[in-house]
Nanobody, 125 residues
Framework: QVQLVESGGGLVQAGGSLRLSCAAS????????MGWFRQAPGKEREFVSA????????YYANSMKGRFTISRDSAKDTVYLQMNSLTPEDTAVYYC??????????????????WGQGTQVTVSS
């Protein structure tokens, strides 16, 4: 199994930045991709970004391109999501999750095998 622990959420004003972290442990050698999803109140969970465990490929939802940056620290088995120019519409619980094999696309949450508990991000206007 793979255990995932998110951190870095909090309250920030509109226009501000936050960096989320997702630390993986356990059978990390089985990870192929780590992704970030978010779920706002009353809305479905949506894809935010993903990165291959090797770090050589990144993926973003169109609405996050240019504002969010995903990266990985291989020494720490940790993936980061740097979020800039935040707006109240970014308020959500952010989850990291992992996929253990290659797929054509990583936007479908059904592909992910393990999930973290989530971290709350609240952006005030």
């Amino acid at each position: 199994q793979v255990q995932l622990v998110e951190s870095g959420g909090g309250l920030v004003q509109a226009g501000g930045s936050l960096r989320l972290s997702c630390a993986a442990s356990g059978r990390t050698f089985s990870i192929y991709v780590m992704g970030w999803f978010r779920q706002a109140p009353g809305k479905e969970r949506e894809f935010v970004s993903a990165i291959t465990w090797s770090g050589d490929s990144t993926y973003y939802a169109n609405s996050m391109k240019g504002r969010f940056t995903i990266s990985r620290d291989s020494a720490k088995d940790t993936v980061y999501l740097q979020m800039n120019s935040l707006t109240p519409e970014d308020t959500a619980v952010y989850y990291c999750a992992v996929v253990r094999r290659a797929y054509y696309s990583y936007t479908d949450q059904a592909l992910y095998d393990y999930w973290g508990q989530g971290t709350q991000v609240t952006v005030s206007s």
